[in-house]
């Protein structure tokens, strides 16, 4: 190349991605999945409320169930509550009030029970379900569980992943095994054994 020939500009990055598109696509998802269930959402019915094509989509989110996922990933209203209350009891007892509330709740239900039938069938997507939503969920309740640790109100040698298996572990058995709606005293309840079995005499609940 000559000094008088022109250099090529350089070929930049495609198009960025439009963060404000992806909130509207997973907002009229969440809508969709919480108003009429799994069942019933289809990406062509998410085009159309988010008003955009479903190529947009697709770009995005290779399947329904991953759209799926990623609008309960972005969703606040379901994040487990996990902020500082002095009291490892009592932030046990939110978390679990707050899981009782979900899993009663007739939108859940009609979220759950669809999706984790694509789950079954998809290995590739269960692997995402669970790193990206089931794990950070976890790690918000081992958060807490280390305060109570610091705290000095659980025994430093408890088994993280035990305690949140304790805790979840009845509140499903009772709603999607047994069909049952859950009482709001399972949140007190649930709490308690975990504390009973791995609580120090400072984190247990008064007699």
Do not use: C
């Amino acid at each position: 190349m000559t000094a008088e020939e022109p250099t090529k500009a350089a070929r930049g990055p495609g198009r960025p991605r439009d963060a404000g598109r992806d909130e509207t696509i997973l907002a009229a998802t969440l809508t969709i999945l919480l108003e009429r269930g799994y069942n019933a959402l289809t990406i062509e019915g998410v085009a159309a409320a988010a008003g955009v094509g479903r190529p947009t989509i697709y770009r995005r989110w290779p399947s329904k169930a991953a759209l799926a996922v990623a609008a309960l990933v972005h969703s606040s209203r379901l994040a487990i509550p996990a902020r500082d209350r002095g009291s490892l009891r009592e932030e046990l007892v939110a978390i679990q009030r707050h899981q009782i509330s979900l899993i009663n709740s007739p939108e859940s239900r009609r979220v759950t029970s669809g999706l984790v039938a694509d789950l079954v069938h998809d290995p590739a997507l269960a692997e995402t379900y669970v790193s990206e939503y089931l794990v950070p969920r976890r790690a918000a309740v081992w958060e807490v569980l280390q305060r109570g640790v610091d705290r000095g109100e659980l025994d430093p040698d408890a088994d993280f992943a035990f305690v949140y298996d304790l805790l979840i572990g009845p509140l499903f058995m009772r709603a999607v095994v047994w069909g049952q709606t859950l009482s709001r005293d399972a949140a007190e309840q649930t709490a308690d054994v975990v504390l009973a079995a791995f609580g120090t005499d400072a984190g247990r609940a008064p007699a």
